[in-house]
C-alpha cells in the first residue's frame, strides 16, 4: 500500500520552463490537495480537489494548474516557471475534508528554478 | 488575520524534560477542529493529534497531549519526557467545518523544536 505517491523528488528548471508535478493515491480518497511549504511560511494551500472532476483555488493558486480526471491522480502543472516557484510541494489526501479526517502527506517535491 | 499563529519560531528543550508549543486560532465558526503535525529533518509530514471544537476532554496520543483551551483560543501541544528524535518542526492546523475555508487545512508558521542531550 504506497499510500500516497509524489514524482519527481527533486526538479531544477530554468525560468519560463513549464513542468508538472505527479500526485497518485491508492485509498481512494476524494479529496486531494497541494500545498507548498516556505521557509518561515508554513504550509500554503494552492488547489485541492473534492472528487474526479472537481478543482478549486487555495489561498495562492497563481501560477499553477491542477485537473482531476481520476480519483487517483491529481497533477500540478507549472505552465512558465517562475523563481518564486522555488519550493518544497506537499500533495496530501483525505477521505473527506471535514470532522477529525487527517490529510496524509506525500513525501513531497523539490523545485528548484533558475 | 492570521488565522493559525505559533510565536516560537524556535525552542531547545533538554532531553527528558516536558515542552510545551504554543497554537493560538482565529476563527468564528462554532465547529472546527485542531491538528498537530511534526516534519523532521527528512522532511515528511506525520500526524500527531487531533482536538475537535465540541471535545469535552483533552486529546492524548502517547507522550503527546494537547491543551485546549477554548476560551482563550489556544490548542498548545505539549510533548512529555522529550527525546532525541522529537527534534523536528512542528505544525499547528485548524479545519474549520463551515467557514470559507471550505474544510481546508490551514497552517501555521511552525515551531523548531531542537531537544539537547
Known amino acids: 500500500n504506497a499510500g500516497v505517491t509524489q514524482t519527481p523528488k527533486f526538479q531544477v528548471l530554468k525560468t519560463g520552463q513549464s513542468m508538472t508535478l505527479q500526485c497518485a493515491q491508492d485509498m481512494n480518497h476524494e479529496y486531494m490537495s497541494w500545498y507548498r511549504q516556505d521557509p518561515g511560511m508554513g504550509l500554503r494551500l494552492i488547489h485541492y480537489s473534492v472528487g474526479a472532476g472537481i478543482t478549486d483555488q487555495g489561498e495562492v493558486p497563481n501560477g499553477y494548474n491542477v485537473s482531476r480526471s481520476t480519483t487517483e491522480d491529481f497533477p500540478l502543472r507549472l505552465l512558465s516557471a517562475a523563481p518564486s516557484q522555488t519550493s518544497v510541494y506537499f500533495c496530501a489526501t483525505t477521505s473527506g475534508a471535514s470532522g477529525a479526517n487527517v490529510l496524509t502527506f506525500g513525501a513531497g517535491s523539490r523545485l528548484t528554478v533558475l | ?117
Open chain 2, 1 to 117: 488575520a492570521q488565522k493559525i499563529t505559533q510565536t516560537q519560531p524556535g525552542m531547545f528543550v533538554q532531553e527528558k524534560e516536558a515542552v510545551t508549543l504554543d497554537c493560538t486560532y482565529d476563527t468564528s465558526d462554532p465547529s472546527y477542529g485542531l491538528f498537530w503535525y511534526k516534519q523532521p529533518s527528512s522532511g515528511e509530514m506525520i500526524f500527531l493529534i487531533y482536538q475537535g471544537s465540541y471535545d469535552q476532554q483533552n486529546a492524548t496520543e502517547g507522550r503527546y497531549s494537547l491543551n485546549f483551551q477554548k476560551a482563550r483560543k489556544s490548542a498548545n501541544l505539549v510533548i512529555s519526557a522529550s527525546q532525541l528524535g522529537d527534534s523536528a518542526m512542528y505544525f499547528c492546523a485548524m479545519r474549520e467545518y463551515y467557514g470559507g475555508s471550505q474544510g481546508n487545512l490551514i497552517f501555521g508558521k511552525g515551531t523548531k523544536l531542537s531537544v539537547k542531550p
